[in-house]
């Protein structure tokens, strides 16, 4: 069954490594792509848009231009994270996509989600504020839409004792993030940080990627060596968490997802850190206030990393399927 796809991203190195496992997927029509801020400032996204389309061999994808900041607040961009350009800063030849459509981000989601109803997949891998602009127009946006996966979130409270990792995307803008899961929807999933943390590319990776020598695979490990440069200080080794592209994965394969919790999400900030939430304990308990009461979302958290990893890393290598 083909699939139809549109990505809402913000196109830093894990956001790029997303979009060429769905351009590789043969049942993947990827529609559209939409710009938001966030891994780096809007016209670094648009670009970097391009280039990955470019380097997937689907550069005629049309791409709009979404929100360069978020609904009340100064945008955050995580230079130290993606680099400058968002792409690890490699000196990749960047270039801005073939086909730039002059409608924005919003208004273009309105108008596909409108002209095709149940029949596109949104998937959503910055922050949310270009979805939160088209429901201010459609408010039925997102029942319009097949399904809606969100790379953010931190899915239910941890076990006492522990924590989970920052979420920028929730983070960057948590009034959208807040009228997203609010909103009425087909079907929504959060990929969290909760999940993500727990399937990692290491350094015998990107060595395998190298040694492949492919366009996509050399493109996917120069700047995932970057990535993995970040995260050596959280973790001690030149490891990276999957974010985005096992968003991309579970709202394809959800059988990869073993183990879900479903319920209301809530946004919650500690003075620290704003999340995204699912209402229960790490033990299934109700939380110990009374919460919004929001439809229900699907949260992972449990993934079956010894089915992603190997189709994930194949993808990379393999690139578009020619016709």
Not at 52 to 76: F, N, S, T
Not at 98 to 123: H, K, T
Not at 127 to 149: K, Y
């Amino acid at each position: 069954m083909t699939r139809k796809v549109i990505v809402d991203t913000d196109t830093g190195i894990d956001d790029a490594l997303a979009l060429l496992f769905l351009t590789a997927q043969p049942e993947v029509h990827l529609l559209g792509v939409t710009a938001v801020y966030g891994n780096c400032v809007i016209d670094d996204a648009v670009r970097n848009i391009g280039t990955v389309l470019g380097v997937a061999g689907h550069p005629l994808v049309p791409v709009a231009k979404g929100a360069d900041g978020p609904l009340e607040a100064e945008a955050h961009i995580a230079h130290y994270v993606h680099g400058h350009d968002g792409l690890g800063d490699v000196r990749l030849d960047r270039h801005e996509p073939a086909v730039l459509l002059a409608e924005s981000a919003a208004e273009y989601l309105v108008d596909m989600a409108r002209a095709n109803p149940g029949e596109i997949d949104l998937l959503t891998l910055g922050p949310l504020t270009n979805i939160a602009l088209a429901l201010r127009v459609e408010p039925d946006l997102l029942t319009l839409f097949r399904s809606i996966t969100i790379m953010g979130g931190s899915g239910p409270f941890p076990e006492v004792g522990r924590s989970d990792m920052f979420d920028a995307n929730i983070q960057n803008d948590p009034v959208a993030a807040a009228a997203v899961f609010a909103a009425p929807a087909t079907r929504r999933l959060m990929v969290g940080v909760n999940a993500t943390a727990t399937v990692i590319t290491d350094e015998a990776f990107v060595e395998t990627l190298s040694e492949a020598g492919t366009p996509t695979s050399d493109f996917a490990a120069s700047i995932l060596a970057f990535y993995l440069d970040f995260y050596k200080l959280a973790f001690g080794r030149r490891v990276s968490p999957v974010h985005d592209g096992l968003a991309a994965a579970l709202m394809l394969h959800p059988e990869w997802m073993t183990q879900s919790v479903t319920g209301p999400v809530n946004i919650t900030d500690d003075g620290f850190t704003v999340r995204a939430r699912v209402m229960q304990t790490a033990s299934g308990a109700p939380v110990a206030w009374e919460i919004d009461p929001t439809p229900d979302t699907i949260a992972a958290t449990v993934i079956d990393t010894d089915a992603f990893l190997p189709a994930f890393l194949d993808a990379l290598i393999s690139g578009a399927p020619t016709a």
